[in-house]
């Protein structure tokens, strides 16, 4: 079986919902395949940014797009109820038939900032188990039937639709968010497709691939059906000095996020880069002390090297997504960042994509 090779959108959803409704706009007129709603955190509120929801963003993104698939990419079942997710899952399928995918994980960062991580209270923390539920819980609901499920996270009961109800029936493919191993072995038993986190590289996917195959081998599922995404930080320009500033800028806010909230999880993501908590402490500790400039200029030439960005000139990008592919990678998310970024839509959209998706 071939899998279709994506390209994909990773948009931050903390900046004004106007600029990102013209993004989007710009991205629907390209071949990217989707427009993943990165749902950002109030951890984002030290460096000048603003946490906003992804789900309502979304509902205006479909109503501004006709062509582009629309992801939440990610929503945490910690901050919503898994039957409310799939009510606002409904939603979208309303507004965009045929083109909207939900994309769940356990969000590290937001379990930290709304007390529910290990140590943080008498209650230990299930984030696996609570993925499943989760993912249980929304197919239930959504396929319509009566459902009930009394879990050890999360328990629902909801009646079946009636016939004569006006609503969209079925569920949707849901992408399942994993950095390490027992994420991404349930990914593969109970999901559509792995995503993996920023900062992922072509040496990454070899593993990720395997957890998520060898748990879909356990669940009795076939590996072959199942996708596998990859985050990039990303950014493109007439040269690779102006191509790569955002995504070195964008790679310091995510090692400092490494460093400060998802440790343990990303050891092996950090591992397959090559990266030591020696070389990023130092970006961690400046983001703290002068914000996201000043982290970006603690990222040299050789950390940024090692993040594998899908950056530079359109050729450079071309070859970095083509090293991508070649480690089984079926999906890159570009998570763009850095100045002019409609003129990088359009870069991506019209010297990329063309070259990649041929």
Known sequence: MTRPFRVSVMQPTMEPIEEL??????????????????????WWRKHSMEARSAT????????????????????????????????????????????????????????RQTGQAAGQSDR??????????????VRG???GGEFELSGKEFSAYVPALKEDTESPRGAVPIYVAGTGPKMQQIA????????????STPAFMPYARGNMDAGAKEAGRDPEKLELGATCISSIGDDADS?????????????ANKVQNIRGQ??????????????????????????????????????????????????????RIEEFKAAGCDHV????????????????????LPEVLG
């Not at 593969?188 to 900062?199: E, M, P, R």
């Not at 191509?243 to 090692?255: H, P, V, W």
């Open 188 to 199: 593969g038993q109970v999901g559509d497709a792995l995503l993996t986190a920023s900062i």
């Open 243 to 255: 191509g790569s500033d955002g995504a070195r800028e964008f790679a310091a806010m995510y090692l």
């Open 124 to 137: 230990k923390p299930r984030p696996g188990t609570a993925i499943r539920e989760a993912v249980e819980i």
């Open 56 to 111: 309502a963003q979304s509902t205006l993104v479909a109503k501004e797009t006709s062509r582009v698939t629309i992801g939440w990419g990610i929503i945490t079942p910690y901050s919503r109820h898994p039957v409310e997710i799939a009510m606002e899952a409904r939603v979208m399928q309303e507004v965009a038939p045929d083109r909207f995918f939900v994309g769940l994980g356990a969000s590290m960062i937001f379990m």
């Open 21 to 42: 409704l013209a993004y989007a706009r710009a991205i629907d007129s390209f071949d990217f395949h989707t427009i993943w709603m990165a749902e950002n955190y109030p």
């Open 141 to 143: 609901v959504m396929e």
């Open 266 to 319: 990303a050891d092996v993501l950090l591992e397959k880069a090559g990266l030591t908590q020696e070389e990023i402490r130092p970006i961690a500790e400046a983001m703290e002390k002068g914000g996201r400039l000043a982290a970006k200029e603690k990222v040299t030439r050789e950390i940024l090297r090692k993040c594998k960005p899908i950056a530079g000139t359109p050729s450079e990008c071309i070859e």
């Open 333 to 352: 998310m570009l998570e763009l960042w850095g100045g002019n970024r409609m003129r990088q839509i359009e870069m991506f959209g019209q010297k990329v």
